[in-house]
């Protein structure tokens, strides 16, 4: 029941037709796990907390460090060294009347049943790949929705996985990767974090009301130096190890052995401009799979390459085989290694980026070549 204080607190909210004071309850009675109160999970707290959510679990092991405050808008210099899930406790109760639960250790496999089964919603706001396997297989196996977002340097994705039997993390991404640069080298542009945990927060919102269409199936991309969103479509992978029909326990939790990274997805392996024209003049060249729009290909095109824009490659995925030797190219080598990532989560044996894209080829193999 919503209180005389609650219809002033949220009347902005519930004078939307959608939302309305049913919505409002909803939101109220709403349980909603954030495991990691970091770049994503502080801003992502704080909102959920001021929408009205009723009670929010807090996972995260890792005290305040004074290069977080450059992201992590929950924590101050006064924090440093304090456990965060404290902190975030403590300045989301100044702010709104949410019950706020803390868990200052690790999301594990001996905790994360618990802690799952405790939430409707969970939301992965984790910057490693152990964390982001065991947030989806355990989400999907207590049926719960997992609102999944990342970030690496300028590039954000999100999605929501598990939901309305829609596909889940390991559908796009079976395997682990093999290598992957850590959080201190890569970098963090900060404000990024914010966009993204702002997506999370819409979808969580969205589900719970059950509003719109959720982002279910679909990865969203967002390139803050382009400023530009763009999608992938995916399905459920039949024979996802977490989703699907024959859930297989024991490859999911080789998974879990620490493996810490801040990349979004698994790394796939690359080949210079220069190595491309090598192999592009032997006997068996790979095919050039460019995923750039029609527009970008009247400035500049690579010899004898299939196209397929990246927002088609899961609609168009029946028309490349999954045996074949496959190049992706796309201008400067990062929308194409997203392609080659979910084509190796397809299950694709031979996928090879194009580093430095058309750009490279132009400066390092053919000056004929227009950059843009
Ligand atoms: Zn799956």
Redesign the pocket.
Known sequence: MLTPEDLQRYSRQIILPQVGQAGQERLKAARVLIVGVGGLGAPLALYLAAAGIGELILVDPDHVSLNNLHRQILYAIEDLRQPKVEIAARELSKRAPTKITTHTQALTEENAADLIQSADIVCDGTDNFTARYLVNDFAIKHGKPNVHAAIFQFQGQISVFGANQG??Y??LFPNRPKNAPSCAEAGVFGVLPGVMALFQATEVIKLILNLGDPLIGRLLLYDALAAKTSEIKFR??PN?P???PNRNESFLSKAYSDLQSCEMNPTVPELTPLELKQELESPNPPIVVDVREAHEREISTLPNTIHIPRGEIADRIQELDPNANLVIQCRSGGRSAQVAAYLLGQGFKQVRNLATGINGWAKTVDPTVPTY
């Open positions: 596909p889940c390991r559908c459920r992978n996802c977490s989703c699907g």
